[in-house]
């Protein structure tokens, strides 16, 4: 059962331009909402997070949504740069200090 | 340290050998997580500790694997009588409140 899913395995974009990321989840009880950015070879990255209290959270070019009547969360990077071409995961958890649940990933290529 | 360290880099072992991985997580942090990632992009949880006390171990196989968080030395995950299918990258995360996880840079354990 696949309780966080990134449906799209792959994204292209050009140098400049915005990527947007896609993750749903079907966890009603997942309270805390984190994206993170993973090279080959290398442990994941933290990037950004958003509470469920929210909806919005931003941090220089990052951005992420919550839509939690839809169970929907979306990370924004503006503007891309080459240097983003990463896999990108979702993760959410439940109560603080619990485990992460992650997505499949995403792998972002910024085409410069 | 301000990163999470993970010894070693790589570790081959023969089947039926013991394999024993080393986590020190960012000083002040209380939570330590260890996940396994099989597949190429995904990450299965396998056991928290907050401080020196395990707080959720639902994902650890209990017949071959335990791991430790003693006071002052670095967090250990153990797997006795390894098998072919133990092969994965392991990595540690630590926390200091229970939201953002933040990982090291991984163990491949490869068993042959």
């Known amino acids: 059962d696949q309780q966080v899913k990134q449906n799209s395995p792959s994204l292209s974009v050009q140098e400049g331009r915005i990527s947007i990321l896609n993750c749903d989840y079907t966890?009603?009880?997942?309270?805390?909402f984190l994206w993170y950015k993973k090279y080959p070879a290398e442990g994941p990255t933290f990037l950004i997070s958003?509470?469920?209290?929210?909806d919005k959270n931003e941090d220089g070019r990052f951005t992420v949504f919550l839509n939690k009547s839809a169970k929907h969360l979306s990370l924004h990077i503006v503007p891309s740069q080459p240097g983003d071409s990463a896999v990108y995961f979702c993760?959410?958890?439940?109560?603080?200090?619990?485990?992460?649940?992650f997505g499949e990933g995403t792998q972002l290529t910024v085409n410069p | 340290g301000e990163e999470v360290a993970q010894t070693p880099k790589h570790l081959v072992r023969g089947e039926g050998q013991k394999a024993k991985l080393y986590c020190a997580p960012i000083?002040?942090?209380?939570?330590v997580f260890w996940y396994q990632q099989v597949l190429k992009n995904e990450f299965k949880f396998l056991i928290s500790?907050?401080?020196?006390?395990?707080?959720?171990e639902t994902g650890m196989p209990k017949e071959r694997f335990s791991a430790k968080c003693l006071p002052n030395s670095p967090c250990s995950l153990e797997i006795q009588a390894t098998k072919l299918e133990d092969s994965a990258v392991y990595f540690c995360?630590?926390?200091?409140?229970?939201?953002?996880?933040?990982f090291g840079p991984g163990t491949r354990l490869t068993v042959l």
């Open positions: 500790f907050q401080n020196e006390n395990v707080f959720d």
């Open positions: 958003i509470s469920s209290i929210k």
């Open positions: 993760a959410a958890r439940e109560t603080s200090g619990s485990r992460l649940t």
């Open positions: 966890n009603s009880m997942f309270d805390y």
């Open positions: 995360a630590s926390s200091s409140l229970g939201n953002e996880q933040f």
């Open positions: 000083k002040g942090h209380s939570y």
